[in-house]
């Protein structure tokens, strides 16, 4: 080979290699392009699948939220429900990957800010129901209080009342009793009475009532059985009808006075000791003994 082919041969050589040389680094730089391209996707990608598992681990820690702050409130509690469904429709759409992430992010944004406006709602409602509790609890006391300062008054008032009508009531004291036989002569022997005089004084009192007054005499035999003259000799007292032996009409006028009441027997009487009770105005206002042989 001559000189000449020689050279020609390695320029073509030369070129070759140079061509080769531009090839492979043409290559390696798309390579290393390529490479870089891929990262910054995987990066990408990492970042995404972050960012959404970021996005939903905080959608549901704000759907169990929803479940902490249920009330007595129905109507409140719907809507709590409607807004907990809402979160759960955003949850499933991260995990299927429907949605980007930026809207995904929004949508963070507005259930942040509902919630926090349930929350607050809750918060007044929960405050106000404490005052209202507060201010109920304030109006049992005093509607207690008010209820013990009225029993009070009504027991004051009753002994008032109770006072006023034992200050008020007649009294009689000072009883003189005779037995008679016929003609008006006394005797102690129950075989002989056919009159019983029953006298006694019916004592001052300015705040009692004035002008007629029914007088009612009971004589009690020692048997208990009370004398009388008739079936129909009924009174009043203490809400009851009792027989009365006799009675008689005063007029009084506050001032001591002396009154006699008379009972005609009809019946036989036995030994012992026999009891007078007196009666005005509803009330027993003397009591005296008489004995019998």
């Known amino acids: 080979m001559d000189i000449q082919n020689k050279n020609r041969t390695i320029q073509i050589l030369s070129g070759v290699v140079v061509i080769l040389l531009v090839t492979v680094i043409y290559l390696f730089i798309q390579l290393q392009h390529q490479k870089e391209i891929v990262i910054t996707k995987v990066d990408e990608i990492v970042q995404m699948t972050q960012e959404n598992d ?24 719907q ?48 405050q106000t129901n404490q005052t209202l509790v507060a201010e109920n609890k304030e109006a049992k006391q005093m509607i207690r209080q008010i209820s013990t300062e009225k029993e009070e008054l009504v027991e004051t008032k009753k002994s008032l009342e109770e006072k006023v009508d034992i200050a008020s009531s007649l009294k009689a004291s000072n009883f003189v009793i005779d037995m008679l036989r016929n003609r008006g002569r006394s005797t102690k022997y129950a075989d002989k ?79 012992g000791n026999y009891a007078v009770d007196i009666f005005a105005e509803g009330k027993l206002i003397g009591t005296s003994l008489f004995v019998l042989k």
């Open 54 to 77: 970021s996005v939903k681990a905080e959608l549901e820690y704000y759907y169990n939220q929803y479940d902490l702050i249920r009330t007595n409130n129905d109507s409140l509690n």
């Open 79 to 126: 809507k709590l429900t409607e807004e907990q469904a809402k979160i759960k429709n955003l949850i499933d759409e991260i995990s299927s990957n429907k949605r980007q992430i930026k809207s995904y992010k929004k949508e963070l944004a507005t259930v942040r800010e509902v919630l926090q406006s349930y929350v607050h709602q809750i918060d007044s409602l929960q």
């Open 193 to 271: 009475v056919e009159k019983i005089s029953v006298c006694f004084k019916v004592m001052e009192n300015s705040i009692a009532t004035s002008g007629e007054i029914p007088v009612y005499m009971r004589i009690a035999r020692p048997d208990e059985k009370i004398l009388i003259t008739s079936e129909n000799n009924l009174f009043l007292y203490e809400g009851k009808e009792i027989a009365y032996s006799a009675m008689r009409i005063v007029e009084y006028f506050n001032k001591t006075m002396d009154v006699c009441i008379f009972y005609e027997n009809r019946e036989e009487l036995v030994p």
